[in-house]
């Protein structure tokens, strides 16, 4: 069933370039991309920095879904951020580049291992760590247990990670209606339905718990700095992510792949984001087009009404309903775009003028 045209007519803004340079904080090679290829899109809209996120993975896509392959860091080290000073940056996701098999903790072993491996990869050039949301949906301790978020044996890595100046950057789980019966009355009916894998409706910790486990290990480490991605996850209740970035100064977000969410709500975006404009860093999060990137410059610079966006896979087509640009002050966009991400952080060397 094809939804029906809209008549209305409003004028269509997209910029060319951003209007301050880009640092993408929050992105991932899908497959093995061309850093030639790469670069050239970038230039052309403005991108300074790309930040691979998984560093030590590529993450090649099949049947339908993103897989994760384990590879050594220094592949992305020699053949995109040492032939190309100042363009790309990793962060490495160390042992929790896992695919396939539920069983993290094999052994007691694992969090020591991790900690060895965030710290070699470190010394490589990795500036943060990053943890996907298999932590709480999937991962599972030698017992056959689920590991909650906040499993003390975990505590050690986000210890570390502070300790090397190392931001964690950890996806816990995903848009509500995901965690909801998949039906006709479910707003992501139509995406449940096309990757049946994304939904946990029924899984082990329901999507309040999972915030909750987040949410303590934040707390319980002050001096590590956590970004939470896509809006903390909670991208539907704007009052819950700014009581979150109230509480905990040691809190960074991104709004990457949630344009969408933030866009049918655009005078509560609008204001959140000049509120807590020091703690939100860009990141598309998806394969990289100019159109893509485009899309999230007419969103945050310009007033456009009632527009169409990538889908979470960066397909056109695909809205669940339409969005509204947020036409932020430059003071909030040079901020968004790339001094926070340079604070947040501390290891990373990408160079803005170019
Ligand atoms: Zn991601």
């Known amino acids: 069933m094809s939804a029906p045209e809209p008549m209305l007519k409003r004028p269509c803004h997209i910029p060319e370039k951003a209007k301050f340079p880009v640092i993408d904080a929050h992105n991932h090679l899908f497959g093995d991309y061309d850093h030639e290829e790469m670069l050239k899109v970038m230039d052309e809209v403005g991108v300074r920095g790309f930040i691979n996120v998984t560093g030590n993975t ?12 384990r590879r050594d860091i220094r592949v992305f080290v020699e053949n995109y951020i040492k032939l190309h000073q100042g363009r ?5 996701m160390s042992d929790f580049a896992q695919w396939g ?111 909750e486990q987040r949410d303590r290990i934040v707390g319980g480490h002050p001096k590590t700095t ?36 933030l866009g049918r709500q655009p005078y509560s975006a609008r204001d959140f984001f000049i509120a807590y404009q020091g703690r939100v860093l860009f990141g598309a999060d998806m394969p990289v087009t100019t159109n893509i990137y485009r899309c999230y410059f007419r969103f945050l610079e310009t007033n456009d009404e009632y527009f169409d966006y990538p889908d979470y896979i960066g397909r ?15 003071s909030v966009l040079k901020k968004v775009y790339h001094e926070n991400a340079l604070r947040a952080i501390s290891n990373l060397d990408i160079i803005l003028d170019g």
């Not at 590529?58 to 392959?69: A, R």
């Not at 790309?88 to 490495?92: L, M, N, V």
């Not at 896509?230 to 970035?245: C, G, I, Q, T």
Request: with cysteine.
């Open 58 to 69: 590529i993450l090649p896509y099949e049947n339908n879904c993103y897989t994760i392959q």
């Open 88 to 92: 790309f940056a990793a962060f490495t």
């Open 101 to 211: 098999d539920p069983m993290l903790l094999k052994d007691n072993n694992f969090t020591d291992r991790a900690i060895q491996h965030l710290e070699e990869d470190v010394a490589r050039g990795a500036c943060g760590l990053k943890v996907t949301k298999e932590l709480g949906l999937f991962f599972r301790d030698s017992a056959g247990s689920m590991i909650p978020v906040d499993d003390r044996r975990l505590f050690p890595v986000w210890q570390r990670a502070g300790e090397l100046n190392a931001p964690v950057l950890i996806h816990v789980s995903d848009p509500v209606a995901f965690f909801l019966p998949v039906d006709e009355r479910n707003e992501h009916y139509q995406t449940l339905q096309e990757f049946p894998h994304w939904s946990f409706h029924g899984s082990h910790f329901s999507k309040w718990e999972l915030l």
């Open 316 to 330: 056109w087509g695909h809205s669940r309903w339409k969005i509204y640009g947020l036409h932020l002050p430059d």
């Open 226 to 261: 956590f970004i939470l991605p896509h809006v903390a996850n909670n991208p539907e209740d704007l009052d819950y992510v700014s009581k979150l970035l109230d509480r905990f100064p040691n809190v960074y977000i991104d709004f990457s792949a949630r344009i969408d969410e």
